[in-house]
């Protein structure tokens, strides 16, 4: 089973530019999570959908980030305009169950985000 | 407020020395708790899920504990391999939402 997938890998931008990562999860999965990952800290969660509707986005700073998740498979997660402090990994995992039930996720590699 | 809480932020151990990790955690409603691994430059890996206080799980070195309050992740005779980040992480009942600690990094020296 291949797993879940992201690119780019690395990104190096200069503040107030924009920057778009995607996403593809584990094939049959229904829920997908955009994580922010700042060195030496936990994941903290931007978004969650299952299918293509958002769940949760409590986190997410909508002025600045937006999210979407295509026919209920791929997504992308963009950032206009960058800031500083978005440096960062950003990771994307998913997991087969819906929001009702325990969810293993299942993450990717991420994404490195250097903004200068 | 729910948050996830690890220690020690950082552990270093002789191979072979056994120890654990601690997860403490408050939240309104568990639905389920989760370890993972974390290798540098990588994501995150799942190791367990504990549903219930009294549940363990093991795999190889690991072995996971669940109790009300807080979760263990207890390493026995470790190997330099066992090095990495091991990340605790908590669903709760409240809209499902996922709460990450900081981790602990382990360095296991040969």
């Known amino acids: 089973e291949a797993g879940v997938a992201q690119s780019p890998r690395y990104k190096i931008i200069e503040k107030r530019q924009s920057v778009a990562f995607w996403c593809n999860p584990i094939s049959g999965h229904a829920t997908l999570y955009w994580y922010q990952q700042i060195l030496g800290q936990g994941p903290k969660l931007l978004i969650q959908f299952q299918n293509n509707g958002v769940v949760d986005d409590s986190q997410l700073p909508k002025d600045r980030f937006s999210a979407e998740r295509l026919k209920g498979v791929d997504s992308t997660l963009k950032i206009q305009p960058a800031k500083l402090e978005d440096s960062a990994v950003y990771l994307c995992?998913?997991?087969?169950?819906?929001?009702?039930?325990?969810?293993?996720?299942?993450f990717g590699p991420g994404t490195r985000l250097t903004v200068t | 407020e729910d948050q996830v809480t690890q220690s020690p932020e950082a552990l270093r151990l002789q191979e072979g020395e056994s120890s654990s990790l601690n997860c403490s955690y408050t939240?309104?409603?568990?639905?389920?708790l989760f370890w993972y691994r974390q290798d540098p430059g990588k994501g995150p890996e799942f190791l367990f899920t504990l549903y219930s206080a009294g549940e363990e799980k093991e795999k190889e070195r690991l072995k996971a504990t669940l109790t009300k309050k807080e979760s263990f992740l207890h390493i026995t005779a470790p190997k330099p391999e066992d090095s990495a980040t091991y990340l605790c992480?908590?669903?709760?009942?409240?809209?499902?939402?996922?709460?990450f600690g900081s981790g602990t990094k382990l360095n296991v020296k040969p």
């Open positions: 995992a998913s997991s087969r169950r819906g929001t009702g039930g325990m969810n293993e996720q299942y």
């Open positions: 939240v309104s409603g568990l639905r389920g």
């Open positions: 992480a908590v669903q709760a009942e409240n809209f499902n939402k996922f709460y």
